[in-house]
């Protein structure tokens, strides 16, 4: 069946520390924001009344995430708290996370599709279900705000990615498929040190 419009309950979105294991974060997750990414440039106004185009280097991109916890950190393949994305992993009850020096490096995956049997989104899917993916990887959880404004508590969580490595190879990748014959997004690879 193909969607007018992914909606509710069509987006599954996973979490991958560099060399670990893939996170859910479905359940958890109320809203997914991507911004930046701007190629962006400048303009030089010549004497003669020209204009000449000077490129910038192209922005990192933002991913903001608004959720729900009831820890502070995950113990397992399913996410149940964001603290632990930015500060080492605690996997033993009571939690206990502290902050530290050490920054890791994730990949964030969301998948939107019309598969309502898919499990998540880093697997292939489906021949004839239409899907959109977004792929980051080598990027840094960089904030997680707590509120308890609306009466809940609520997570905001920033997750940052520059647009290359250092040897000019992208960090990300989006992909679709209108879930034509023969026409699947492939598993996306395990996310492991090169």
């Not at 670990?20 to 303009?43: C, L, P, R, W, Y």
């Not at 605690?90 to 502290?98: A, R």
């Not at 499990?119 to 959109?132: F, P, Q, W």
């Amino acid at each position: 069946m193909a969607y007018d419009t992914f909606s509710d309950g069509s987006t599954y979105l996973s979490i991958t520390k560099k060399d670990g294991s893939d996170m859910d974060f479905k359940a958890m997750i109320e809203t997914v924001d991507i911004s930046g990414g701007a190629k962006d440039f400048d303009q030089i106004a010549t004497i003669a009344g020209g204009r000449l185009k000077k490129f910038n280097p192209q922005e990192p991109t933002e991913i903001t995430l608004e959720g729900y916890a009831v820890e502070l950190g995950s113990t397992s393949t399913t996410g149940n708290g964001f603290y632990d994305l930015m500060h080492s992993q605690d996997t033993t009850q009571p939690l206990s996370i502290s902050t530290d020096l050490t920054r890791y490096e994730y990949q964030l995956v969301v998948l939107a599709t019309d598969n309502a049997s898919q499990t998540n989104a880093t697997s292939a899917t489906s021949e004839g279900d239409a899907a959109i993916r977004y792929t980051f990887q080598n990027g840094h959880f960089t904030n997680v705000n707590a509120s308890f404004t609306d009466g809940v508590w609520k997570f905001t969580i920033t997750y940052k990615v520059t647009p290359f490595n250092k040897s000019g190879t992208s960090n990300i990748t989006y992909e679709s498929t209108d879930g034509s014959t023969g026409k699947t997004l492939s598993e996306v690879s395990s996310y492991t040190s090169s």
